[in-house]
Structure formats: structure tokens, C-alpha cells
């Protein structure tokens, strides 16, 4: 059975920075596509960044390029999302999820986990 399982959610201040940490169990990832989304209250859920489990090839979203970067550790099986220079805008509910091959649409992905909560300060 597929887990995913983030952590490292916060408080921050505003320019501050986090990282998210999402452990993935439960079969081989080498061909998937782990994704990083984010909901707000009142918000539809939102791609954030995404990597190509296998060769490491990355997607981000038009409003966090240049401040989060994500990664995975292929040893640990774990998927990273470091977030720098956060704004308050950031400040919502982060969700790894997984699925074959990429896409940014949100109920596409197959594998979901239940998310962490980010919160950015002015």
C-alpha cells in the first residue's frame, strides 16, 4: 500500500524559510512523477513544484520558481520542498502526491498524502 507522509510544516515569518519533507512507501517510484500541491482556505488546491523520480527533472510553478526548490533523496526515499523568501500568500495546506508521468493537474495524481500546514506571517 502506496504511503505518502510529509512533515516539517510551520509558522514562519515573512522572507523566512521552511523545508518539506515527503516520505514515500509502499512501491518502486522510479517511474514516477512526485508532486508538490497546495490549498488555501477558500482556494482550489494548486500545483506547486513536481520531479521526475528517475532523472531528477523539475516543474514549478510560475509563482514560486526562483524560491522553492524541489528534490529527492533516492536512499531515503524522500521527496524535498525547500521554500525560501516565503510571502504570506505561501500560507497554506501542503500536499505530496504521486503518479505516472507529470502533469500539474491536481486529480490526476493517484497517490496523496495528508498534507502540512504552512503559515507565513507579515
Known amino acids: 500500500q502506496v504511503q505518502l507522509v510529509e512533515s516539517g510544516g510551520g509558522l514562519v515569518q515573512a522572507g523566512g524559510s521552511l523545508r518539506l519533507s515527503c516520505a514515500a512507501s509502499?512501491?518502486?517510484?522510479?517511474?514516477?512523477?512526485m508532486g508538490w500541491f497546495r490549498q488555501a482556505p477558500g482556494k482550489e488546491r494548486e500545483f506547486v513544484a513536481a520531479?521526475?523520480?528517475?532523472?531528477?527533472?523539475?516543474f514549478y510553478a510560475e509563482s514560486v520558481k526562483g524560491r522553492f526548490t524541489i528534490s529527492r533523496d533516492n536512499a531515503k526515499n524522500t521527496v524535498y520542498l525547500q521554500m525560501n523568501s516565503l510571502k504570506p500568500e505561501d500560507s497554506a495546506l501542503y500536499y505530496c502526491?504521486?503518479?505516472?508521468?507529470?502533469?500539474?493537474?491536481?486529480?490526476?495524481?493517484?497517490?496523496w498524502g495528508q498534507g502540512t500546514q504552512v503559515t507565513v506571517s507579515s
Open positions: 502526491a504521486a503518479r505516472s508521468g507529470y502533469s500539474d493537474y491536481a486529480a490526476s495524481y493517484n497517490y
Open positions: 509502499g512501491r518502486t517510484f522510479s517511474n514516477y512523477v
Open positions: 520531479v521526475r523520480w528517475g532523472v531528477g527533472t523539475t
